[in-house]
């Protein structure tokens, strides 16, 4: 099957998905060998597509994701309870105060860092909930991607500050900005 | 080929962990929905933007559309992605803001071309090699932003959804209420415009010059 220019230009995104019949492919490619403008409509459009496709090229506005969660936290509503719940909250509190006290005075400091390499994390809000694989070193944004790209075991929703006491590190890509700059 | 990040792919683990927390969601731990949203709050803000063209407008909708999504969760049925739906929810209150602006009066007049007509390339400058810090440098993105922002709606909006932010082509086709084929021919044209666009100012070692500035010795 011999393709004519038009045709080429026509199936270039579908050439580039990977979306067209071996037939074509093979036809596209031996035209392409011999035509340069159809080349440079290729490399042109292929460079466009990488290029737009880089994280760098749209970032988030700086505080986009404070605004939005403090509106949030607006809506949210907040949990209201009895005397009585409010006594067996304090109560537990103190528990766990306790407890945490003790555990201190038997080891001292955390648990070391799991990743050498890492940034240890500081501002990361304690309550924030998070993800991190159980061989993994480092905890997540929940979804992040490079949690499961990487797939290392199972992976367990859990707050930042029992991940950091875990010696978990943060990720230096989805929790950017939470760290020292 | 093409590589396309793992966004796109349907994640199982992930789409599991999604509907577990939407369901401790709507059984009371509000609490989550932020976790919820968060890896899609990129996406959410690139929709806005596509629309609205101004980082101000395009802020307040993605907040508006996550307050949106957070308070009609319960309508939320399984049957498309939760990012779809959201993605969705953003579009449409884009498209109100819109219509309340009269936005439409100042987009720009660059679709000469009949949409289902074939595109034909005007530019053939030979564009072959990009060096991966090219986009460290502002004035390539600025042009870059430029290009994009002087694309028709139709284009830009297609465009910014699966080139820029790789969502596939059907949720594309779901999000805008547009044909699957209606999606490949803008995407086409729009790829196809913005090369002709920045061919000419990137090609033949465009990214090689570097600005003579005091202090920077070209040799």
Redesign the interface.
């Known amino acids: 099957m011999v393709v004519e220019c038009?045709q080429v230009?026509?199936e270039?995104?579908?050439y580039?998905?990977?979306e067209v019949s071996p037939e074509l492919r093979a036809s596209i490619e031996a035209h392409l060998r011999e035509c340069?403008?159809c080349t440079?409509?290729l490399?042109?459009?292929?460079?466009?597509?990488?290029?737009?496709?880089?994280d760098?090229?749209?970032e988030?506005?700086a505080g986009?994701?404070t605004?939005?969660?403090s509106?949030?936290a607006e809506?949210?509503?907040s949990p209201r309870g009895t005397a009585f719940g409010w006594l067996i909250a304090v109560a537990a509190l103190a528990l766990i105060s306790g407890s945490f006290a003790l555990a201190r005075l038997k080891s001292p400091s955390l648990s070391a860092l799991r990743s050498y390499h890492a940034q240890p994390a500081t501002r990361i809000p304690s309550g924030?909930?998070v993800?991190a694989s159980v061989n993994g070193k480092t905890f997540h944004?929940?979804?992040?991607?490079f949690l499961?790209?990487h797939?290392k075991g199972k992976?367990r929703?859990v707050a930042a500050a029992e991940a950091i006491r875990e010696g978990y590190v943060p990720c230096v890509r989805c929790l950017r900005e939470y760290l020292n700059r | 080929?093409?590589r396309r990040?793992?966004?796109e792919k349907p994640?199982d683990?992930?789409d599991e962990?999604?509907q577990s927390?939407i369901a401790r969601i709507r059984n009371g731990e509000?609490?989550?929905?932020?976790?919820?949203?968060?890896?899609?709050?990129?996406r959410v803000?690139?929709a806005a933007?596509a629309l609205l063209r101004n980082?101000a407008d395009a802020?307040d909708v993605?907040?508006e559309a996550?307050?949106k999504a957070?308070?009609h969760l319960r309508q939320f049925r399984a049957e498309s992605r939760f990012s779809t739906w959201l993605i969705q929810i953003t579009v449409n209150e884009a498209r109100m803001r819109r219509r309340r602006q009269h936005s439409e009066l100042f987009e720009p007049i660059a679709d000469v071309q009949n949409e289902e007509g074939?595109?034909?390339?005007r530019?053939?400058?030979?564009?072959?090699e990009?060096p991966s810090e090219?986009?460290?440098r502002s004035e390539?993105?600025a042009l870059?932003?430029k290009a994009?922002g002087s694309l028709a709606q139709k284009y830009r909006e297609v465009?910014l959804l699966r080139?820029?932010e790789?969502v596939s082509i059907e949720e594309t086709a779901q999000v805008l209420d547009i044909s699957v084929a209606s999606v490949?021919t803008r995407?086409?044209r729009a790829?196809?415009m913005?090369?002709d666009i920045?061919?000419p100012m990137?090609?033949d070692g465009w990214f090689s010059r570097t600005p003579f500035q005091k202090g920077n010795k070209p040799w």
């Open positions: 038009a230009w026509l270039i995104s579908n580039l998905e990977d340069r403008h440079a409509v490399d042109g459009t292929r460079n466009v597509i990488h290029l737009y496709g880089d760098r090229l749209l988030l506005p986009f994701t605004r939005w969660q509106r949030l809506y949210v509503p924030m909930m993800e944004v929940p979804g992040c991607r499961h790209e797939g992976v929703l | 080929m093409l990040t793992a966004v994640a683990a992930s962990r999604e927390l509000s609490s989550l929905f932020a976790a919820l949203v968060k890896p899609y709050e990129r803000y690139v933007l980082e802020q993605a907040q996550i307050l957070f308070t074939a595109y034909t390339p530019e053939f400058a030979d564009w072959r990009i090219a986009l460290e390539i993105r870059l932003a994009l465009f080139d820029v790789h490949k995407l086409l790829r196809l913005l090369r920045l061919a990137l090609a």
